[in-house]
């Protein structure tokens, strides 16, 4: 009986007092998924993107508008000929266990993303064929063959910084506990629960960091994440569907912030992936018919509450890579027909797999039924988005809906997906004249010169169509109206510089 | 027989159903399409990469040698590590079994506290309107979706009124008060459900021991009511409700999937779904495995309790 008197009072004690009694500013960020590893090395999640922002700084990052500036660099300079580039480090910055940065961090750190089995920077700065020390505050990369986007590649993953100490004593282990150079320290991470991070004290550029904890919680339905949101359970949340903005909008306790994205929305079609590639890699006709038949303003105004930007090009209309002389085309439905009985297919018919998500499954069906007035019969094929891309792979499948999150550099949108060996060229689309255009680009220092090579690049690929881009989303991101000083980016990634919590 | 010599007989079946568990989840994940592979690349796809990561997890040998391999290392305690975020699934199993644990704990005693007292109701009073009123709430726990009411008491609760919060979890050692108060609705969106289920059967065995001639007697000797229902007959119905309970405590222990996802509670049903659709096979296998051992277990503790209160139950004396 006593014993229950004093177990009682003490949790009624507990339950009255106030938490733990803290002037510490905590900004919740909430997550659309979970984060894989914490190691830029492996990472290949664009949620784990979000919170190396946090830990991680990189050795140049981007501005709103998409130009090259220092962070843990303060400058570049490319040699003649492009073989090698000379990067410049900035002095007094300390990793997170107080190692210090320097030029020796760095070729620890390009090396270990060159050599660690499963890495998924390689494909990212493989043209680096070495590192050498100039002195303590300078590197020389050497380079295999000239490579213009190493710069932009250094600005996400491939370019983050971890501390070599640390990741010798925790080899593979280092993806749990990440010891970087950036803002926030890591604390803890409770798996599906959140990732702590606490300022760093001796951060570079404490000076316009203004929050002393910073939490990312995944929640992965959106209905949930948007009332935490509006229970003030969170600060943020990123990639706010266009169907939540009205809610958003409503609540003058918030804000939402949008910005064009980086990437796309696109159906790549199988051309050359085994038996299935002869459907509608018989004749770009069919696939120039698909594409008029498919009235891209209509499906973002009644889809998406007109919120995205129609696209048909690797990168959008704001872009200075752009071509402006193929705009989106209108549609035309009776261009589309005449397409189609010339190439002796009056009336088509192909499988579109689609994921179970709901953006993309509407989007779909309005397609579908687009299409239908064009004589071609697409059918809806769902399937759960790891067997789907099993299958673009395996050459399973005739065209299916996906997207790219976009890279800063029109290299990292278009490369891979439409070079004869291109890693994510499901559609095994092979053009010896894009291959050389775009190689060409990949050397070519001049912006000038780049652009016009994009734009035969932008030609040659509305001519073939291996893949329709559809458009281009706007990343939307939902803040408290506590929150001053956020600026939104296209990449979606969410800065600490100058964020302020009141 | 004596208690020790009926556990011994249990136990004895635990070890072939852990083994038959393991098998069958292990080739149930290899009939999921796609390439586990291919799902850590996500949008990565350097063929280098997935390739390593192929021969680092064995997914290039056959399935029985992945099996062994796999089975080997369980029995040395090591359930490998989570292909997604590299930690180890012993660890993951660790960190997330208190927090289903105190879920499953705090659902089962809203459950108990509908459950039990709505059955007696319902079996005391039966076709009186209060009876009527028991059975429509214990069916609303039953049939309501525990996804829309656990979004609704969000947006009651947390969004309109902001007496709790909307989601998370903080561990009791952390800060009690925010721990619990957490808790709240994901345990009363569970708790409904089991107390719909505890009262039913609650009032089956009310019902019952109610027309028991051992009652009729008590009552023949003027034994109050209350005395009647509290002290003769619902300790005897509560005998088979302790079974069923200890059933139900094991499902909650599996892990609410849905409402874990709603809540954002890092247990096991999160852990687990969110396995399945990364392809996460160790993780997938560790929470089976583990969950089919509770499972188990308290499924004895059930039939120990019943051994325990029913003489009946341990043969000829």
């Known amino acids: 009986m006593r014993w229950t008197r004093i177990l009682t009072a003490y949790v009624v004690l507990v339950l009255l007092g106030a938490g733990a009694a803290s002037a510490q500013t905590v900004l919740r960020i909430g997550l659309n998924d979970d984060p894989d590893a914490l190691d830029p090395t492996i990472s290949r999640a664009y949620v784990g993107r979000l919170v190396f922002a946090a830990f991680c700084d990189k050795l140049f990052d981007v501005t709103p508008d998409l130009k090259i500036v220092p962070q843990l660099a303060t400058g570049y300079e490319w040699a003649a000929g492009g073989r090698s580039v000379v990067i410049r480090l900035r002095a007094g910055v300390k990793f997170h266990d107080g190692e210090p940065f320097n030029a020796e961090a760095v070729r620890f750190n390009i090396e270990r993303h060159l050599s660690t089995p499963g890495s998924f920077r390689k494909s990212e700065i493989g043209e680096i064929g070495s ?52 803002p926030f320290k890591f604390v803890e991470r409770v798996a599906q629960g959140k990732i702590v991070g606490e300022r760093f004290a001796d951060y570079w550029d404490k000076a316009n960091i203004h929050v002393d904890r910073v939490e990312f919680v995944p929640i992965t339905d959106s209905t949930a994440r948007l009332a935490n949101l509006r229970s003030g359970d969170l600060q943020m949340i990123e990639r706010v569907s266009p169907t939540d903005l009205a809610q958003l909008r409503s609540d003058s306790r918030l804000k939402v912030v949008g910005v064009a994205e980086l990437g796309y929305q696109m159906l790549p079609l199988n051309l050359n992936n085994g038996p299935r590639g002869k459907v509608l890699g018989a004749d770009p006709r069919i696939r120039q018919a698909i594409d008029l038949a498919i009235d891209r303003d209509t499906i973002i105004k009644t889809v998406f509450n007109n919120e995205y930007i129609p696209g048909n090009q690797f990168v959008s209309p704001a872009s200075p890579f752009y071509n402006a002389k193929f705009p989106v085309k209108r549609r035309d439905v009776a261009r589309a027909r005449q397409l189609l009985r010339e190439a ?150 969410i800065r600490f510089k100058g964020l302020k919590l009141s | 027989m004596t ?145 829309w009411l656990g979004i609704m008491l969000i947006l009651l609760f947390a969004v309109q009124l902001g007496w709790l919060p909307a989601s998370g979890y903080v561990a009791p050692w952390e800060d009690l008060r925010r721990n619990l108060a957490a808790l709240v609705l994901p345990s009363f969106v569970l708790g409904t459900g089991v107390g719909g289920v505890m009262m039913r059967h609650t009032r089956g065995a009310m019902v019952e021991t109610l027309g028991a001639d051992y009652v009729r007697t008590a009552r023949a000797k003027s034994v109050t009511e209350r005395m009647v229902v509290l002290k003769h007959a619902l300790r005897n119905a509560l005998i088979p409700v302790v079974t069923l309970g200890a059933i ?34 160790a993780v997938v296998q560790g929470v089976v495995l583990v969950s089919a051992g509770l499972y188990v277990l308290l499924n004895l503790a059930g039939d120990v309790l019943a051994f325990l209160v029913n003489p009946r139950l341990r043969g000829p004396a």
């Open chain 2, 3 to 147: 208690l020790p010599r009926y556990i011994a007989q249990r136990l004895v079946v635990l070890v072939p159903t852990l083994f038959f568990v393991s098998v069958l989840i292990f080739s149930l994940q290899q009939l999921l399409p796609g390439d586990a592979a291919l799902a850590l690349a996500g949008e990565e796809h350097d063929p280098v990469a997935v390739a390593a990561i192929r021969q680092k997890y064995h997914l290039d040998r056959p399935v029985p040698i992945q099996y062994g391999i796999w089975i080997g290392r369980v029995l040395r305690g090591d359930f490998g590590e989570s292909m997604r975020n590299k930690i180890p699934v012993s660890q993951l199993l660790a960190a997330k079994l208190p927090v289903t644990v105190e879920l499953a704990v705090c659902s089962m005693a809203i459950a108990l506290l509908i459950g039990i007292p709505a059955g007696v109701i319902a079996a005391v009073h039966q076709g009186r309107p209060i009876a009527v009123a028991a059975n429509v709430l214990a069916l609303s726990g039953l049939s309501v979706p525990h996804f």
């Open chain 1, 344 to 493: 002796g297919h009056p009336n088509f018919a192909f499988t579109l797999i689609v994921p179970p998500e709901r953006d993309r499954q509407e989007a779909s069906l309005v397609i579908q039924a687009m299409l239908a007035e064009a004589g071609i019969t697409m059918t809806i094929q769902t399937q759960e988005n790891v067997t789907m891309l099993s299958a673009g792979r395996k050459g399973d499948f005739e065209a299916y809906f996906t997207f790219w999150s976009g890279r800063p550099d029109p290299d990292g949108n278009v490369f891979t997906f439409t070079t004869c060996n291109g890693g994510q060229n499901d559609s095994k689309y092979c053009n010896a004249e894009l291959d050389a255009t775009l190689t060409k680009a990949r050397h070519e220092a001049d912006p000038a010169e780049r652009k016009k090579l994009y734009d035969q690049t932008t030609e040659i690929l509305l001519r073939d169509l291996p893949r329709l881009v559809l458009w281009h989303r706007r990343v939307f991101t939902g803040l408290s109206g506590k929150i001053q000083g956020f600026t939104p980016y296209p990449d979606g990634i």
């Open chain 2, 248 to 281: 139900e405590f094991g499902r909650l222990l599996s892990g609410a999937v849905l409402t874990e996802q709603i809540f954002a509670i890092p247990g096991f049903g999160k852990m687990l779904v969110d396995g399945v659709f990364n392809r996460d096979y």
């Open chain 1, 131 to 182: 590192v050498d020390i100039v002195n303590d505050l300078t590197v020389r990369f050497t380079l295999a063959e000239p490579l213009v986007p190493l710069i932009a590649a250094l600005t996400d993953r491939s370019g983050m910084m971890v501390s070599p100490k640390a990741a010798r004593e925790l080899g593979d282990k280092f993806g749990t506990r990440p010891v970087c150079a950036g």
